[in-house]
């Protein structure tokens, strides 16, 4: 069975730090691209940012560009997202996702292009 679990949410203080994981289980992932959403209370998931399979290229999304860091270890089948001068409208649900493959530069935005899922970590962030 293929599963997707993240770690590393938490309750931080305005400008602190967290570094969230996303582990895979039942097949690697080296070979796919891997993303992070969030979803805010009463809002629509939103793209975070993504990283291609060898690590080489990652894109944020605006919102979090310059203080978020989107990583991967291939050989734990794991993905990283570093999140510096967090905001209090940082606090969300994150997901992570993974594509089934695709090229070097494949770097989806969209939440249809992925085909896995985890459950989700909760960051919330106090002012």
């Known amino acids: 069975q293929v599963r997707l679990v993240e770690s590393g949410g938490g309750l931080v203080q305005a400008g602190g730090s967290l570094r969230l994981s996303c582990a895979a289980y039942?097949?690697?992932?080296?070979?796919?691209?891997m993303g992070w959403f969030r979803q805010a209370p009463g809002k629509e998931r939103e793209f975070v940012g993504t990283i291609n399979w060898s690590g080489g290229i990652t894109y944020y999304a605006d919102s979090v560009k310059g203080r978020f860091t989107i990583s991967r270890d291939n050989t734990k089948n794991t993905v990283y997202l570093q999140m510096n001068s967090l905001k209090p409208e940082d606090t969300a649900a994150y997901y992570c996702?993974?594509?089934?493959?695709?090229?070097?530069?494949?770097?989806?935005?969209?939440?249809?292009?992925?085909?896995?899922w985890g459950q989700g970590t909760q960051v919330t962030v106090s002012s």
């Open positions: 039942g097949r690697t992932f080296s070979g796919s691209a």
């Open positions: 996702a993974a594509t089934n493959g695709g090229s070097y530069y494949y770097t989806p935005r969209i939440e249809g292009e992925y085909d896995y």
